[in-house]
């Protein structure tokens, strides 16, 4: 794991590598237009993964007011550098965020990394009828 390195500064993120990812590759954001995540990109706290060669091969979002709530999304790393702990040096440094550390609601939403993210105290919502939502398709007049 002494193989990679995490960031949290916004300007050390390759957007083009991270938009190409999470628009082709991901279940959750696939097909999302470019300036759409530039914006989240903007609006977010992000931790990028670098290998030895300073190449981007992971990714994490955080929405976050920096005190009360922060939500953890578009968590990826490249197939090649997946198995290396990777994923867990970005769920080190998300939750260990001097902004984050102490927000008293922290989600996130996973179709598969359960175990990954058990590790870190999370687990199903306990009152989920609380919980709503609105999900929108995205427009492209913005």
């Keep these: 794991m002494t193989d990679y390195s995490i960031s949290s500064d916004e300007r050390d993120i390759d957007r083009e590598l991270v938009w190409r990812w999470l628009h082709d590759d991901s279940y959750w954001a696939a097909g999302v237009p470019r300036d759409v995540q530039e914006r989240a990109f903007d609006g977010s706290l992000c931790f990028s993964a670098f290998d030895q060669g300073r190449r981007q091969v992971g990714f994490a979002r955080v929405v976050t007011d ?3 709530f922060a939500w953890i ?3 990826f790393v490249v197939a090649e550098h997946r198995g290396q702990g990777v994923a867990r040096l970005l769920m080190d440094a998300v939750m260990a965020h001097p902004d984050l550390a102490r927000c008293r609601n922290v989600m ?3 179709r598969d990394a359960h175990g990954l ?7 199903p919502l306990a009152e989920p009828a609380r919980w709503m939502a609105i ?4 427009r492209s007049d913005g």
Aim: charged share 25%.
């Design 108 to 110: 996130l939403a996973t």
């Design 66 to 68: 920096r005190a009360t």
């Design 117 to 123: 993210y058990a590790r870190y105290g999370f687990a």
């Design 73 to 75: 999304c578009d968590v």
């Design 135 to 138: 999900r929108r398709p995205y």
